[in-house]
């Protein structure tokens, strides 16, 4: 397998003698064909082929490759946003009268959709510290339950999650392991190599790195095996999809096969080839970003924990940190950009701070080339309950830093700004 550099250049798009080096945009809803009989077996799923751009399209479908790729897995599925391959991922093995497990330190928005939307579709979440030690975790567990979720380095508590720990924890009970990769990417850690079975990506993120589009990504890793008595719908045959048994006719790609043809199909949330482009342009460099990411924060978290004015500082390399072995782990090129730290005085003193910087963009975004910040508590973060937000290890003083690709020196001068204003 070649190395991850040359993946995100290679993988996906291979154009052959003659065609065209950048990778085409097909912008068609449509394909067309010589035969109705043909049509009928591209519905009856026996011929390759595109059919409607609601379920696949050729430019989305080179992305999906590269992505598959990077991650180790047999197929991809990309989606409108983060958030539509976080549901994906739940709907695909779970219905009403069922229940899953997640980490509580997980994207505020995540944790909105489980807890409130999905128990509106009478599927039940239980919210587990991910932290606590295997026998106290496995309590969580019901005999309805049919998945558990975490993300790699969780948004913005920081903390790293044991996807070892975890996906050992979920096969004991005979259910998948979700993870969302979106801040790790596959760049700094493939969960996959770890026995996670399913990963997620908002790959608005770092993945697209410029903030030219919403996306998401649902990965298979072909590893689960659904034929243990739990997850009837991926192997008996789907009324909705004539008889179609997923695991007997797609084997490995059971999983991302049944989200594409039978929930892509009735959701829709399928990305426009030109949102694929720009997502693939983000992709050929995202290693060599991730590189420098890693390289800016590290510092940046160092600068930030030698601060009087500063109460703590999230990020896992620190010596201070409680996820600094596990960063060893599963991390050993880097922890990405993002740090989330507290200053002295709470909410006034974050918003002064943030107000003061210059470089720094105060935006609804993370993980983006340019150095950028958020109080998540006022924003991403703002639904969530006091205890919820504290669950999620967010207090009323939490900066939210994305630390870009700028000059070390410049993104230290800007935050010297930050601090000069709180002693004003
Ligand atoms: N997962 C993580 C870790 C995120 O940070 C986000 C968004 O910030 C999402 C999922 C949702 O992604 P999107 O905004 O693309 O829907």
């Not at 082929?49 to 990309?78: D, Q, W």
């Not at 059971?254 to 693939?280: C, N």
């Not at 910040?373 to 969530?384: G, N, Y």
């Not at 003083?397 to 993104?411: A, K, M, P």
Request: aromatic share 8%; with cysteine; net charge negative.
């Amino acid at each position: 397998m070649a190395h991850i550099e040359t993946q995100c250049l290679h993988e996906g798009y291979k154009p052959g003698n003659g065609q065209p080096k950048a990778m085409p945009i097909y912008q068609s809803t449509t394909y067309t064909y010589d035969s109705t009989n043909h049509i009928g077996q591209l519905f009856d799923l026996t011929a390759d082929g595109h059919m409607y751009s609601r379920i696949s399209n050729p430019t989305v479908g080179f992305v999906e490759e590269k992505i598959a790729a990077m991650e180790g897995g047999v197929g991809a599925l990309c989606t409108t946003s983060g958030q539509a391959a976080s549901l994906l991922s739940i709907l695909n093995i779970a219905k009403a009268g069922d229940h899953f497990i997640s980490a509580s330190t997980i994207y505020g928005g995540t944790v909105n959709l489980f807890a409130v939307t999905l128990k509106k579709f009478g599927i039940d979440c239980t919210f587990v510290d991910a932290d606590a030690p295997v026998d106290q975790l496995q309590k969580a567990f019901r005999p309805n339950t049919k998945a558990v979720f975490g993300e790699t380095i969780a948004n913005p508590a920081i903390a790293v999650f044991d996807i070892e720990k975890f996906a050992k924890l979920a096969h004991a009970n005979g259910v998948p392991l979700i993870v969302d990769n979106t801040f790790a990417t596959p760049v700094l850690c493939r969960p996959f190599e770890w026995g996670a079975d399913i990963v997620v990506h908002s790959t608005t993120k770092y993945m697209d790195g410029h903030a030219v589009q919403v996306g998401g990504a649902l990965v298979d890793s072909g590893n689960f095996n659904w034929e243990n008595g739990k997850f009837e719908e991926l192997c008996t045959p789907d009324e909705s999809y004539h008889g179609v048994t997923y695991t007997k006719q797609f084997g490995k790609a059971a999983y991302i096969t049944k989200a594409r043809v039978q929930l892509m199909r009735d959701f829709g949330m399928y990305p426009a080839a030109h949102t694929a482009f720009l997502l693939d342009l983000g992709l050929q460099t995202l290693a060599v970003r991730m590189e420098r990411h890693c390289r800016n924060a590290e510092q940046v978290a160092q600068y930030l924990a030698a601060r009087s004015e500063v109460e703590f500082v999230n990020y896992p390399t620190l010596e201070s940190s409680p996820y600094a072995a596990l960063a060893k782990k599963y991390l050993p090129k880097g922890c990405a950009g993002v740090i989330s730290f507290s200053v002295k005085g709470g909410r006034e003193s974050a918003v002064k701070f943030m107000d003061s910087l210059q470089l720094a963009n105060n935006v609804v975004h993370v993980a983006d080339i340019c150095t950028c910040v958020l109080h998540p508590a006022s924003s991403t973060h703002r639904q969530l309950t006091d205890e919820q937000l504290v669950a999620a290890g967010i207090t009323p003083g939490l900066i939210r830093l994305s630390v870009g690709l700028e000059h070390i020196d410049d993104i230290l001068a800007d935050l010297e700004k930050g601090f000069a204003a709180l002693h004003q």
